[in-house]
């Protein structure tokens, strides 16, 4: 006998008000609990479900849609029922055999719902007696709303549009004064001659047609000096390896693992933040940290429940995640499995969370225990006939049983298992696996389950690494062995998804991976084109119909390094998609714009050694907010301390420091670079450059673009930047992209040898200025910052000094930018003009200038030039200004919103709209080994966008008052000279002078 114990929960939203409930999902919701013969059933049962009237006699929908007169339906919806408790959406559509429930069935007065289940033993029999669908379901108050009761919170955006508005419904008396702004109104919907008699509009256009039409006239010209902050991009998670990843139904959640920051020891750090990635939209979005699991750097593991995710640990604790509401809940204690170092295996039955296995520091063990996540708790399992103590196995889960296999017996002995046993946690009890035809031992290979076999493959034994593999099949005890032909390559950090007829193995070392067809024992390659880079230590996860590759460590040449990007492989088109990524935070590389976006590429994120150096990049499209990795094929080596150029179409890249790769394909040690390479981002290639008569291996130079040429010159030999004699240079080199040939720069009359100069090209010559030189003083040579400088000219090939008169005195770690007619050079609180067609010089004011370290960036707006960071915590407030040439003026810029300025090492470039930084370390230096590496980019746009306002009628002067919004800013007016009402965030621009015609003669 069956029968429903209670219901749980029966919420709907299937109001005859459809206005009211737009946009909320046509389900019903629905709970409840099932038992056979009075003990809660558990497993895959099949239900039924009918909406049927008060005596049953007739139906007015089904899930399938064949049910009439309150019969059965022909078609079930399967459904997972655990301690009896089971849950639907009742007119979900994405289920299977699940039809749409319209609206119009609750215009009768008594509907009640109808359930069939079947066990799989008894057959379906029908559950008594009906519910009946009352109060919730029906929102009875929507028969009969009460005038105020629909405000205009209750209304979701774009609700009431005005095909559902009878005409003369709205009136101006109910309409709230000052309810309907700009904003409100789309272009054009208020004819401009229904602005009142003394209104003004502020327009973009200097002649605005519509408005002189309508009796305006121009009064003049409004001029802003707002500057504001704001986030760009979107959201991707840190960079990380040996995080935990499942797969809800809809999205992929990451967690934890290690990095990117590191230690003083030099390793990664581990983290306990995460993200959910929808790959239907390609984007991510941070789940909350709030009561999230302790960092660890030793082994977790994780399972989806079909609500949660269970994330266990190592050490022996544990959390679940709920992403509906985005919070954390304890995993308790009581009863749990014991700290172990790792090794551990992991399966979701269903119901229960089972871990077990795992190394007790030296010795594998044979214990575990299952987690309830309904009742919080634990239960060992048996250790009576369970197999030999192991880590590093496998685990997965058949239905009913557990099956564990391989692994190590210690980490001293290296005893590698071939054997196995399957666990029955109904009946808490272990059964042998047969050893006949496994295959041989072996520990950190891939297994799947494919509904009836278990596939085993690849792993280490003592041989290394092998390709081989079995098939276990439960029901008879036996294995069958995997083919060899076409085989995935051999090698370490491979993992496996089954994807419904096919075992896909992916092996990240080697960035390339195989599918495995049970059926005809066939292996198939699995296309690289596109692919995720070579990486150890992610994830994989099977999405329904995509293998997602995501995180990881870098290996080979980009061994260091770590991931936040990620592809997507389906096997149908045998196509990869890039998952959406930010580049991973770094500092001392180099950014430019190339008029739609800004590529930035290379640099560092340690500079302690030769891991760390990057040579990965991303293009950032302003437009979209969407970033693009640029591609690894051919790309330069690793490096950082290099320089790049615009020269319309492509990016070059030289010089540089990085590890060295002369004797191996992983990062030697440091060196300094004479070779790079050309970016081309409209096909996403690079193209290497020609080494024969390039300038001698260098860092600390500098590189600017003259139009048909680069230009390299000076900078320093020694990778570590420890200034001597031999390693200053006064040299250069000029790069022809048309022919990739280089030709010399001369050194007669060039500046003496330095490092950490400026060059700038102004239209026919380069100017290179300042920089760390080195003086010799009473026979002892020292490092000194130089004040001295020269202009080159390519078409001579010929030096002119820069005269010194009036010139900036030597400082360290200047900046400088080229306005069209003048050189602007700046550090902290000194700066000056240098003039070169009169070579001379003139001096700025510092007053009202930002206080800045070495570190800080500089860019020219086409007005004014903008410095920026590299500040003390306590002058954040002076991390930025703005300098007029033509004013001989600072203004600082603005602190809201503004990312951290205590960073160095960070680029800027200007967009035509606004400055746009990346990057950068929050400890000051030219190189230093910093512990947090900054990601978030932002923009400081220039400029205030003025919305369409209008004044008292009665004023005839006013004064401009403008406050920072975000998306758009607005204007008040005022009569005063100082408006007592003024908020803070507001600022006076100026006076404004209107009129329109008929308001005077």
């Given at each position: 006998?069956?029968?429903?114990?209670?219901?749980?929960?029966f919420?709907?939203?299937?109001?005859?008000?459809?206005?009211?409930?737009?946009?909320?999902?046509?389900?019903?919701?629905?709970?409840?609990?099932?038992?056979v013969?009075?003990?809660?059933f558990n497993?895959?049962?099949?239900?039924?479900f009918?909406l049927?009237?008060?005596?049953?006699?007739?139906?007015?929908?089904?899930n399938?849609?064949s049910s009439?007169?309150?019969?059965?339906?022909?078609?079930?919806v399967?459904?997972?029922?655990?301690?009896?408790?089971?849950?639907?959406?009742?007119?979900?559509?994405?289920?299977?055999?699940?039809?749409?429930?319209s609206a119009?069935?609750?215009?009768?007065?008594?509907?009640?719902?109808r359930?069939w289940f079947?066990?799989?033993?008894?057959g379906?029999?029908?559950?008594?007696?009906?519910?009946r669908?009352?109060a919730?379901?029906?929102?009875?108050?929507?028969?009969?709303?009460?005038?105020g009761?629909?405000?205009?919170?209750k209304?979701?955006?774009?609700?009431?549009?005005?095909?559902?508005?009878?005409?003369g419904?709205?009136?101006?008396?109910?309409?709230?004064?000052?309810?309907?702004?700009?904003?409100?109104?789309?272009?054009?919907?208020?004819?401009?001659?229904?602005?009142?008699?003394?209104?003004?509009?502020l327009?973009?256009?200097?002649?605005?047609?519509?408005?002189?039409?309508?009796?305006?006239?121009?009064?003049?010209q409004?001029?802003?000096?707002?500057?504001?902050?704001?986030?760009?991009g979107?959201?991707?998670?840190?960079?990380?390896?040996?995080?935990?990843?499942?797969?809800?139904?809809?999205?992929?959640i990451?967690?934890?693992?290690?990095?990117?920051?590191?230690a003083?020891?030099?390793?990664?750090?581990?983290?306990?933040?995460g993200?959910?990635?929808?790959?239907?939209?390609?984007?991510?979005?941070?789940?909350?940290?709030?009561?999230?699991?302790?960092?660890?750097?030793?082994?977790?593991?994780?399972?989806?429940?079909?609500?949660?995710?269970?994330?266990?640990?190592?050490?022996g604790?544990?959390?679940?995640?709920?992403?509906?509401?985005?919070?954390?809940?304890?995993v308790?204690?009581?009863?749990?499995?014991p700290?172990?170092?790792?090794?551990?295996?992991?399966?979701?039955?269903g119901?229960?969370?089972?871990?077990?296995?795992?190394?007790?520091?030296?010795?594998?063990?044979n214990?575990g225990?299952?987690y309830?996540?309904?009742?919080?708790?634990?239960?060992?399992?048996?250790?009576?006939?369970?197999?030999?103590?192991?880590?590093?196995?496998?685990?997965?889960?058949?239905?009913?049983?557990?099956?564990v296999w391989?692994?190590?017996?210690?980490?001293a002995?290296?005893?590698?298992?071939?054997?196995?046993?399957?666990?029955?946690?109904?009946?808490?009890?272990?059964?042998?696996?047969?050893?006949?035809?496994?295959p041989?031992g072996?520990?950190?290979?891939?297994?799947?389950?494919?509904?009836n076999?278990?596939?085993?493959?690849?792993?280490l034994?003592?041989?290394?690494?092998v390709?081989?593999g079995?098939?276990?099949?439960?029901?008879?005890d036996?294995?069958?062995?995997?083919?060899?032909?076409?085989?995935?390559s051999?090698?370490?950090?491979?993992?496996?998804?089954?994807?419904?007829?096919e075992?896909?193995?992916?092996?990240?070392?080697?960035?390339?991976?195989?599918?495995?067809?049970?059926v005809t024992?066939?292996w198939?390659?699995?296309?690289?084109?596109?692919?995720?880079?070579a990486?150890?230590?992610?994830?994989?996860?099977?999405?329904?119909?995509?293998?997602?590759?995501?995180?990881?460590?870098?290996?080979?040449?980009?061994?260091?390094?770590?991931f936040?990007?990620?592809?997507?492989?389906?096997?149908?088109?045998?196509?990869?998609?890039?998952?959406?990524?930010?580049?991973?935070?770094?500092?001392?590389?180099?950014?430019?714009?190339?008029g739609?976006?800004?590529?930035?590429?290379?640099g560092?994120?340690?500079?302690?050694d030769?891991?760390?150096?990057?040579?990965t990049?991303?293009?950032f499209?302003?437009?979209?907010?969407?970033?693009?990795?640029?591609?690894?094929?051919?790309?330069?080596?690793?490096?950082?301390?290099?320089?790049?150029?615009?020269?319309?179409?492509?990016?070059?890249?030289?010089?540089?420091?990085?590890?060295?790769?002369r004797?191996?394909?992983?990062?030697?040690?440091?060196?300094?670079?004479?070779?790079?390479?050309?970016?081309?981002?409209?096909?996403?290639?690079?193209t290497?450059?020609?080494t024969?008569?390039?300038?001698?291996?260098?860092?600390?130079?500098?590189?600017?673009?003259?139009g048909?040429?680069m230009?390299?010159?000076?900078?320093?030999?020694?990778?570590?930047?420890?200034l001597?004699?031999?390693?200053?240079?006064?040299?250069?080199?000029?790069?022809?992209?048309?022919l990739?040939a280089?030709?010399?720069?001369?050194s007669?009359?060039?500046?003496?040898?330095r490092?950490?100069?400026?060059?700038?090209?102004?239209?026919?010559?380069?100017?290179?200025?300042?920089?760390?030189?080195?003086?010799?003083?009473?026979v002892l040579?020292?490092?000194?910052?130089?004040?001295?400088?020269?202009?080159?000219?390519?078409?001579?090939?010929?030096?002119?000094?820069?005269?010194?008169?009036?010139a900036?005195?030597?400082?360290?770690?200047?900046?400088?930018?080229?306005t069209?007619?003048?050189?602007?050079?700046?550090?902290?609180k000194?700066?000056?003009?240098?003039?070169?067609?009169?070579?001379?010089?003139?001096p700025?004011k510092?007053?009202?200038?930002?206080i800045?370290?070495?570190?800080?960036?500089?860019?020219?707006?086409?007005?004014?030039?903008?410095?920026w960071?590299?500040?003390?915590?306590d002058?954040?407030?002076?991390?930025?200004?703005?300098?007029?040439?033509?004013?001989?003026?600072?203004?600082?810029t603005?602190?809201?919103?503004?990312?951290?300025?205590?960073?160095?090492?960070?680029?800027?470039?200007?967009?035509?709209s606004?400055?746009?930084i990346?990057?950068?370390?929050?400890s000051p230096?030219?190189?230093?080994?910093?512990?947090?590496?900054?990601?978030?980019?932002?923009?400081?746009?220039?400029?205030?966008?003025?919305?369409?306002?209008?004044?008292?009628?009665?004023?005839?002067?006013?004064?401009?008052?403008?406050?920072?919004?975000?998306?758009?800013?607005s204007v008040?007016?005022?009569?005063?000279e100082?408006?007592?009402?003024?908020?803070?965030?507001?600022?006076?621009?100026?006076?404004?002078?209107?009129?329109?015609?008929?308001?005077?003669?």
């Amino acid at each position: 006998m069956m029968r429903i114990a209670r219901l749980l929960l029966f919420t709907v939203c299937l109001s005859t008000l459809n206005q009211l409930c737009a946009q909320v999902p046509q389900l019903i919701n629905f709970q409840g609990r099932v038992a056979v013969d009075g003990v809660n059933f558990n497993g895959a049962g099949e239900f039924k479900f009918a909406l049927v009237n008060g005596d049953g006699s007739s139906s007015f929908w089904s899930n399938d849609g064949s049910s009439a007169n309150g019969n059965e339906p022909s078609n079930a919806v399967p459904i997972t029922v655990s301690q009896g408790l089971y849950a639907v959406l009742l007119g979900d559509a994405t289920l299977t055999n699940m039809t749409p429930i319209s609206a119009a069935i609750f215009t009768n007065s008594d509907v009640r719902l109808r359930i069939w289940f079947n066990d799989g033993t008894n057959g379906f029999q029908q559950l008594s007696p009906d519910q009946r669908i009352a109060a919730v379901g029906y929102a009875m108050m929507a028969a009969n709303v009460a005038d105020g009761v629909v405000t205009s919170a209750k209304l979701a955006d774009g609700a009431v549009t005005s095909g559902k508005l009878a005409a003369g419904a709205v009136t101006a008396t109910s309409i709230a004064p000052h309810s309907i702004g700009s904003a409100q109104l789309a272009t054009n919907a208020a004819a401009d001659s229904l602005h009142d008699s003394g209104g003004l509009v502020l327009s973009d256009q200097s002649n605005a047609a519509n408005l002189l039409n309508a009796g305006y006239i121009r009064i003049g010209q409004v001029t802003t000096d707002v500057d504001y902050w704001r986030q760009v991009g979107v959201f991707t998670p840190a960079a990380r390896y040996g995080h935990t990843a499942v797969w809800t139904g809809s999205e992929m959640i990451i967690w934890g693992g290690n990095g990117p920051q590191k230690a003083m020891d030099g390793y990664y750090l581990p983290v306990n933040t995460g993200a959910r990635y929808n790959p239907a939209t390609d984007t991510w979005t941070a789940i909350s940290t709030n009561g999230a699991p302790l960092a660890i750097t030793r082994p977790k593991v994780a399972a989806w429940t079909g609500w949660e995710m269970i994330v266990w640990k190592a050490d022996g604790s544990g959390s679940r995640y709920n992403p509906v509401g985005d919070f954390w809940r304890p995993v308790s204690m009581s009863n749990a499995p014991p700290f172990v170092f790792g090794g551990i295996s992991a399966v979701w039955t269903g119901s229960e969370f089972i871990i077990w296995g795992g190394n007790n520091g030296s010795t594998g063990i044979n214990t575990g225990a299952r987690y309830n996540p309904l009742q919080d708790t634990w239960t060992p399992t048996s250790t009576n006939g369970a197999p030999t103590g192991r880590l590093d196995h496998t685990a997965v889960w058949s239905g009913n049983e557990m099956i564990v296999w391989g692994g190590l017996t210690s980490t001293a002995n290296f005893g590698y298992l071939n054997t196995g046993a399957r666990y029955n946690p109904a009946a808490d009890t272990w059964r042998p696996m047969t050893r006949v035809n496994a295959p041989t031992g072996r520990s950190s290979h891939a297994a799947v389950w494919t509904g009836n076999e278990m596939i085993v493959w690849g792993g280490l034994n003592n041989n290394g690494f092998v390709n081989t593999g079995g098939r276990y099949n439960p029901a008879t005890d036996s294995w069958i062995s995997t083919s060899l032909l076409n085989a995935p390559s051999l090698d370490a950090s491979s993992s496996a998804v089954w994807s419904g007829n096919e075992m896909i193995v992916w092996n990240g070392n080697l960035a390339s991976g195989a599918r495995y067809n049970p059926v005809t024992n066939g292996w198939t390659q699995v296309r690289t084109n596109n692919a995720p880079s070579a990486r150890s230590s992610f994830s994989a996860v099977w999405s329904g119909n995509e293998m997602i590759v995501w995180g990881g460590s870098g290996v080979g040449r980009s061994q260091g390094q770590l991931f936040n990007s990620g592809g997507r492989y389906n096997p149908l088109t045998g196509a990869w998609l890039a998952t959406s990524a930010n580049p991973v935070g770094r500092a001392n590389h180099t950014a430019i714009w190339t008029g739609a976006e800004m590529i930035i590429w290379g640099g560092q994120t340690n500079a302690s050694d030769q891991f760390g150096r990057l040579n990965t990049g991303g293009r950032f499209n302003l437009a979209t907010g969407r970033w693009t990795p640029t591609s690894l094929i051919n790309a330069p080596s690793p490096r950082s301390g290099h320089t790049a150029v615009w020269t319309g179409n492509e990016m070059i890249v030289w010089g540089g420091v990085g590890p060295n790769f002369r004797f191996s394909n992983e990062p030697g040690p440091l060196e300094t670079k004479n070779n790079g390479g050309r970016y081309n981002p409209a096909r996403d290639q690079w193209t290497s450059i020609e080494t024969n008569e390039a300038p001698v291996a260098r860092t600390g130079h500098t590189a600017v673009w003259t139009g048909n040429e680069m230009i390299v010159w000076g900078g320093a030999t020694n990778s570590s930047l420890q200034l001597s004699g031999g390693s200053l240079l006064n040299s250069g080199g000029r790069y022809e992209p048309d022919l990739n040939a280089w030709a010399s720069t001369t050194s007669s009359g060039a500046p003496t040898a330095r490092t950490q100069h400026s060059a700038l090209w102004t239209g026919d010559e380069m100017i290179v200025w300042g920089g760390l030189g080195l003086a010799t003083t009473n026979v002892l040579t020292q490092p000194r910052y130089l004040n001295t400088g020269a202009r080159y000219f390519p078409n001579l090939n010929t030096w002119i000094a820069t005269s010194t008169n009036g010139a900036l005195q030597p400082l360290a770690a200047h900046t400088a930018v080229w306005t069209g007619n003048e050189m602007i050079a700046w550090y902290s609180k000194a700066g000056a003009r240098y003039f070169p067609a009169t070579d001379s010089w003139l001096p700025m004011k510092a007053i009202g200038a930002p206080i800045a370290n070495p570190g800080y960036t500089a860019v020219w707006t086409g007005t004014e030039m903008i410095v920026w960071g590299a500040v003390t915590s306590d002058s954040k407030h002076k991390a930025g200004g703005r300098y007029n040439p033509a004013a001989d003026a600072w203004t600082l810029t603005s602190t809201e919103g503004m990312p951290n300025g205590n960073r160095s090492g960070h680029t800027a470039v200007w967009t035509g709209s606004g400055m746009m930084i990346f990057g950068g370390t929050e400890s000051p230096g030219t190189f230093p080994d910093a512990q947090e590496r900054i990601s978030a980019e932002a923009s400081a746009s220039l400029g205030l966008e003025l919305t369409a306002c209008r004044s008292h009628p009665d004023h005839t002067r006013q004064r401009c008052l403008a406050r920072q919004h975000r998306p758009r800013n607005s204007v008040t007016f005022s009569e005063s000279e100082v408006a007592s009402h003024e908020p803070p965030s507001f600022v006076a621009l100026g006076q404004c002078d209107f009129l329109r015609r008929g308001d005077c003669d």
